[in-house]
């Protein structure tokens, strides 16, 4: 079994890994920490997709081309864009040795003034930055996963039981697991220091240049908290 995690920054993506980095060993899961510029990626993609079994980085999935094909289970996690925004505000916005910046000025110069930010959380795994992409590709690829930040630990517990990771892991080491096998707890990694809250510094004005930034992010996050259980869809209605 081969598995792609895209790791959207700020949405537990490192938290995510560590469960598999746990699970499979540092010797089957490799992490294109350098993103898609890197050597590892752009010349050695492939090699490295042969190697290991399970593969994370900041990279969206369209940008794996023809290789994509050749994972078995694609994931990714979805988190309310407002959290999210606040969330990569307090980790990059007064970072040691950058400038202090305001939530106003970090959202002008890092988002507003920068059109690859805009609507960036389905962008990860949608050909386009656009719900409806997001959309079919979660209802149209049985390969595609996509867990829920609020409800992180039952998505993830039962993403593991679809793909049948202990199982998986019986195979992959010659030998079966013993049954139940036990999820285990997320971690909180890369946690921000708390600071002011997202709520006090929110006003209508704010909110609306929040919104439509990230409106189509808004729009698949509102389908996956409906539609969305274990990071498949339910049911039979949805747009």
Partial sequence: MKILFAHIPKNAGTAIATVFLKALGSEEVFNFENGPQSDDFQIHRNRIIDRYSFITGHVPVSLYGDALSRFDVIICVIRNPLDRFWSVFRFLGNAPGSAVLSADEFLERFYL??????????????????????????CGDRRVFVLRFEKLQE??????????????LGELRGRRWFRPWKVPNLERINVTKASASLWEWLNADRYAKCHHWFEEDFLFYEFARRNLV????????WP
């Fill in 113 to 138: 003034s920068n059109p690859a930010t805009r609507n960036e959380q389905i962008g990860y795994f949608a050909e386009e930055n656009r719900y409806r992409s997001a959309v079919e590709r979660v």
């Fill in 155 to 168: 998505d993830l517990a039962m993403l593991l039981a679809t793909i049948d990771l202990p199982g998986a």
């Fill in 230 to 237: 274990g990071g498949r869809p339910v049911g039979s209605s």
